[in-house]
């Protein structure tokens, strides 16, 4: 399927094993709906969710989504200053009113953005608002004009970034600055 263009993205959440029938665009602008193939007996199945880039948040719904993901406690932290002093960008993923899910474009200034901070609330994983996420920061990092995009994680997230998201094995290093040793 074409991907479609630009934008706020809702669509219905993929529900047991197939995708949902209907993706279509809202938001400000006005766009073409992309219809998909119905599923078996044409059902359809979970919340729809809207993917917006550079979208409103409350600091204190991010950071309640990244404490719960990350297995700490929640702190006073200003995420709405720090992604839009140093982000290219962010995707937040709603259902309905609620933050669903949040990534962060992280930006050297020229051509490379990076992932960070991405998560998705614990009832909605599994349904590929995850990788949704990251596709769209991925398309809205390149129409800024960015060519490359990194991130790194943890092993058991291969199948997540590599299997759905679309990067590619590279090496790659790390240094923990806070350690002491
Ligand atoms: C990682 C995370 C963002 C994935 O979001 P999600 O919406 O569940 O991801 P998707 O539904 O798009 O997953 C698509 C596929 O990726 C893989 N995948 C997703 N989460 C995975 C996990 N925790 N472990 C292993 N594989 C995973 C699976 O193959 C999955 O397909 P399946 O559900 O058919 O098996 C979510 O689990 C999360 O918020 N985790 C806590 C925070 C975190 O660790 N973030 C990553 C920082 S690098």
Same mark, same amino acid.
């Given at each position: 399927?074409q991907e479609p263009p %630009?934008?706020?993205? #809702?669509?219905?959440m993929?529900?047991?094993?197939?995708? /949902? =029938?209907?993706g279509m665009?809202?938001g400000?602008?006005? %766009?073409?709906e992309?219809?998909m =193939?119905?599923?078996p007996?044409?059902?359809?199945?979970? =919340?729809?969710i809207?993917y917006?880039?550079?979208g409103?948040?409350?600091?204190?719904?991010?950071?309640a989504?990244?404490?719960?993901?990350f297995?700490r406690?929640?702190a006073?932290?200003?995420?709405?200053?720090q992604?839009?002093r140093h982000?290219?960008?962010?995707? #937040?993923?709603r259902?309905?009113?609620?933050?669903?899910?949040f990534?962060n474009?992280?930006?050297?200034?020229?051509?490379?953005a990076f992932i960070?901070?991405?998560?998705?609330?614990r009832p909605?994983?599994?349904?590929g608002?995850?990788t949704?996420l990251?596709k769209?920061?991925?398309?809205?990092?390149?129409?800024?004009?960015c060519e490359?995009?990194?991130v790194?994680f943890e092993?058991? /997230?291969g199948?997540f970034?590599?299997?759905?998201?679309?990067f590619q =094995?590279?090496?790659?290093?790390?240094?923990?600055?806070d350690d002491?040793?």
């Amino acid at each position: 399927m074409q991907e479609p263009p %630009l934008g706020t993205v #809702c669509e219905a959440m993929s529900g047991g094993t197939r995708a /949902l =029938p209907i993706g279509m665009f809202c938001g400000r602008m006005s %766009l073409p709906e992309i219809q998909m =193939p119905p599923g078996p007996g044409g059902a359809y199945r979970g =919340p729809v969710i809207s993917y917006q880039w550079r979208g409103d948040f409350a600091s204190a719904e991010v950071e309640a989504l990244q404490a719960d993901g990350f297995g700490r406690a929640p702190a006073d932290h200003d995420w709405k200053a720090q992604v839009e002093r140093h982000s290219l960008g962010w995707v #937040c993923a709603r259902s309905g009113a609620e933050l669903a899910g949040f990534v962060n474009v992280a930006w050297d200034g020229g051509v490379h953005a990076f992932i960070l901070d991405t998560v998705v609330a614990r009832p909605l994983r599994r349904h590929g608002v995850g990788t949704r996420l990251v596709k769209v920061a991925a398309r809205e990092a390149r129409a800024d004009g960015c060519e490359w995009l990194h991130v790194d994680f943890e092993d058991h /997230l291969g199948p997540f970034y590599f299997g759905c998201c679309g990067f590619q =094995p590279t090496n790659a290093g790390l240094i923990r600055l806070d350690d002491p040793a």
